[in-house]
């Protein structure tokens, strides 16, 4: 029997994004896989009054078990309760691929789903997301649509080249699939090499033009953006210092996230990010106590600088942190 995600104590986004709009911050979309990440974001978002969009892939559902993965979005929410004051919490499906997955997440509690159909013909992707949007606002949960493909290789989402979305395009694809929120490409990408620049240079700024025309032909209408991790330095100092071989990794720069997050965009995805802090940590243990074999000697420190990471995105970045 299908679970109302309002009786778990998630929300859609529609609060949420009216809110963040309203007062020029993004609302943090963070990916989990794991125990250590959920609790990492939640104890994160708590601490610093965020509203908070736990996501969850493709790729983690099968991972993790769909099954599993959902309650412990919803342990989340009772964990939340225990840490004194709740903040806002929408479990959202990110890029889902098809109506089936989508609705089968409906049906089992998420509050908001993505129905990625970015890659398919323009009027294919109309039609798959009105459909899927026709069956979520039955149940009020909201749907994000994208126009435009973002390059980068990831487990379930892949695209060798960046294309920018179309400002021509928005107006027509918002007023005919009526999704609450729209993924646009401006030149992010998935992953952790964003940008081909050699060590020490600049990295192109963001097509924050095509952002700005956006805006103007939706005016008050949130935006998403994907593949918004900054890729930190020293994360990846650590990971190679300590063993790890990643070359050339580089992100979205801090400042342009900033700016965007003052925008229209109302959402800013990270999973990159928590990836990498996880990874420096795990490898950092294992090279200075290589004796140590319990999970939690190198889990727990891993969710340690996860915690300081979302808390400084939160804080220093997206502008969400003291909102409620
Ligand atoms: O946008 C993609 C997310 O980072 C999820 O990645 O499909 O490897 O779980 P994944
Ligand atoms: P990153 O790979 O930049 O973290 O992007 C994550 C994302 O867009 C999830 O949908
Ligand atoms: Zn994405």
Redesign the pocket.
Known sequence: MAVSYKELGFVNTREMFAKAMKEGYAVP?Y?FNNMEQLQAIITACTESRSPVIL?V?KGARKYADATLLRYMGRGAIEMMKTLGNPVPVALHL??GDSFELCKDCIDSGFSSVMIDGSALPYEENVALTKKVVEYAHQFDVTVEGELGVLA?I?DE?SAEHHTYTDPAMVEDFVKRTGVDSLAISIG?????Y?FKVKPGESVPPLRFDILAEVEKRLPGFPIVL????SVDQAAVATINKYGGKLENAV??PEEQLRKAAKSAVCKI?????GRLVMTAAIRKVFAEHPAEFDPRKYLGPARTDLIAMYKAKNENVLGSAGRY
């Open positions: 979309a990916n996501q892939s990110d890029h980068g990831e989402v992010t990408s998935h992953g952790a964003k994907h593949g918004a991790s992100g979205v995805n990270v999973d990159s990010d």
